[in-house]
């Protein structure tokens, strides 16, 4: 995905070894969810989760979405 790609140039320009950070590229939902279940904890997340409103009227189905995801996230 282009966040990894922009995540490891910044990794490489800052001298940081990829061994560092663990990068997943998954579903943003069921990830989230594996890393709690298995109680794992990080410094940051950084979530790059997919659009969810395509239409005005999906909206409020998107609001929710992005509600889980953070909520998960923290």
């Not at 989230?32 to 904890?41: E, G, H, K, N, V």
Request: charged residues 25%; aromatic residues 4%.
């Amino acid at each position: 995905s282009s966040a990894i790609q922009v995540i490891r140039k910044n990794l490489s320009m800052n001298q940081i070894s990829e061994d560092r950070v663990t990068l997943v590229q998954d579903d943003v939902i069921s990830a989230l969810r594996s890393i709690r279940d298995r109680d794992r904890t990080f410094e940051a997340i950084v979530l790059d989760p997919p659009k969810i409103a395509a239409t005005p009227a999906q909206i409020q189905r998107a609001t929710r979405g992005y509600t889980d995801i953070n909520l998960l996230a923290f």
